[in-house]
């Protein structure tokens, strides 16, 4: 099960990207679902629900990955650090903590359905991924009007060209996932 601060959108970009780690780690048949209930809207929102989302779907889960977007708040230059906040709370939770696992994307999931486009975009892969908002900057650029027709708008599309790319290639243009996949590993005993 996959939680998200809006899963909306978001569920296009991270299910994909998540069932191709699983088929990685040898588990290609996962059923990787998103959570849609509660709607949550927001990070604050997320994270105040960790607790409640973990004893509800760790019943019937493998794994809950809680998955946001970084937004800048890596903890470097005196900012908040939301991975470290996300994972002392997914610890402190009374039922399922050993279930859990955050993942926080640099600086927001479109980034990884970006990989698959890099060469389409007018900068260079680490300026993508140090701007605070690379959906409005480069995605939405790469969306057409047949995208903004369909759910999604563009990200199914999107991110099964990084997918296709491989998991490697992926996860090396966005170590966010190689620490996420080491997580995942850690607790599946893989």
């Known amino acids: 099960m996959v939680a998200f601060e809006d899963h909306t959108l978001d569920q296009y970009v991270a ?37 409640e989302i973990l004893e509800r779907y760790g019943a019937v889960a493998d794994l809950v990955i809680f998955v946001v977007d970084g ?28 279930k859990g696992v955050a993942v926080v994307a640099r600086q927001e999931l479109e980034v990884w359905a970006l990989w698959g486009s890099r060469s ?37 599309r999107l991110t099964a060209l990084s997918v296709a790319e491989g998991w490697d290639s992926l996860s090396g243009g966005c170590p966010e996932l190689k620490e996420l996949e080491v997580a995942v590993r850690a607790k599946l005993s893989l």
């Not at 300026?127 to 969306?143: A, D, G, I, N, S």
């Open 15 to 51: 299910c994909p990207v998540i069932k191709l780690l699983m088929a990685r780690l040898g588990r290609p048949r996962t059923d990787v679902r998103p959570i849609t209930n509660p709607r949550l809207h927001g990070v604050e929102n997320l994270m105040s629900q960790i607790c």
């Open 71 to 98: 937004d800048c708040q890596d903890g470097r230059g005196g900012k908040l650090d939301r991975l470290s906040k996300m994972r002392r709370l997914i610890d402190a939770c009374q039922s399922y903590p050993e």
């Open 120 to 156: 389409a975009l007018p900068a260079g892969w680490a300026k993508v991924t140090q701007e605070c908002h690379p959906k409005e900057r480069f995605f939405e650029q790469l969306t057409t009007a047949a995208d903004r027709r369909v759910p999604g708008y563009g990200r199914q």
